[in-house]
């Protein structure tokens, strides 16, 4: 017998290592985290739930101004400025993860995904059962449709930032499509300002389905809007900026409701009517240079005369 053993080929496949496989599915855990950014990234989620609490008791007759629908209007603005807060503390603190990241689009996917839409829907439902207008089976529909567009653009709007986010800050200086916030801004403050300031103007309820449908297909658009507090709010500015900045802390502090629904509506349609117009002009442009020259005037035969 030969000293030398013929190995055998199925010892030369690599045999799968289970502790290797679980070490490596170990090592993805996350085991730290920043605590006082992710705590406040969690309250704008708590914002959220509580502005959907309260939409769900609808307005009871002698709730007056403060009813249900307008504070949980209030609340989807608290979690706004949680929201502002958070990425500001972790960028602050050089602290920014994928762990924040993806814990504040969850966050942000309740307070501005659906509770926006949740408070439009019970709101208008609760003004047609109140019989002020003839409702049928095809409104009722058209209302949830809305919604669950609504709510279906904002979970694309905030998967789609997740993959094209980048974290140096500088890049942050617009989105594509309008930011989830701003779209439950455009509702919110419409609520607020019906339910405070004309609270018998119901004409206003009923258009909210179509506004919300409209702030849904922003979200998706390939519209840019500014992001508001790297290019008006950072850096250094004239003076004269100054001066116009207090103007308009001033108009927000005097006229509440009306300002933060022209605000956001200004926001959400002065990009879009931007960019529409800049496309008709460029659509105008290149029609103009693909039409062909008139030809030129043949030139009259010297050697004839009248």
């Not at 055998?8 to 502790?19: E, Q, Y």
């Not at 993959?163 to 942050?172: C, I, K, R, T």
Request: glycine share 8%; net charge positive; hydrophobic share 50%.
């Amino acid at each position: 017998m030969s000293r030398f053993r013929i190995p055998d080929r199925r010892s030369r496949r690599p045999r799968p290592h289970r502790g290797k496989l679980f070490r490596r599915e170990r090592k993805q855990r996350v085991k730290r985290i920043t605590i006082l950014p992710s705590l406040i990234t969690i309250l704008n989620g708590v914002f959220g739930f509580t502005a959907i609490a309260l939409a769900s008791k609808n307005a009871q007759p002698g709730d007056g101004q403060w009813s249900s629908f307008a504070i949980a209007g209030y609340m989807v603005l608290a979690a706004m400025f949680a929201d502002m807060l958070d990425g500001r503390l972790a960028r602050m603190s050089h602290s920014t993860s994928s762990f924040g990241g993806q814990l504040d689009s969850l966050c942000d996917m309740v307070s501005f995904g659906i509770a926006p839409a949740f408070l439009m829907l019970k709101l208008v439902e609760y003004k047609l059962e109140l019989g002020t207008v003839i409702s049928g089976g095809f409104l009722h529909r058209f209302i949830w449709l809305a919604a669950l567009a609504y709510l279906a653009c904002a979970a694309i709007r905030l998967a789609r930032f997740n993959v094209e986010n980048e974290e140096n800050e500088m890049a942050h200086m617009s989105f594509v499509g309008l930011p989830s916030p701003g779209a439950a801004g455009v509702i919110i403050s419409l609520v607020i300002f019906q339910q405070q300031e004309v609270p018998t103007f119901d004409l206003l309820v009923y258009a909210l389905p179509f506004v919300t449908l409209g702030m849904a297909f922003l979200m998706v658009s390939p519209v840019r809007y500014p992001h508001v507090v790297n290019v008006y709010l950072k850096g250094k500015q004239p003076f004269g900026y100054l001066i116009r900045a207090l103007c308009f802390l001033g108009f927000v502090v005097c006229m509440k409701q009306t300002a933060l629904a022209l605000i956001f509506g200004i926001y959400a349609v002065g990009s879009f009517a931007k960019w529409l117009y800049y496309k008709v002009a460029r659509r105008r442009a290149r029609l103009a240079l693909s039409e062909p020259e008139p030809a030129p005037e043949a030139a009259s035969n010297p050697g004839l005369s009248d």
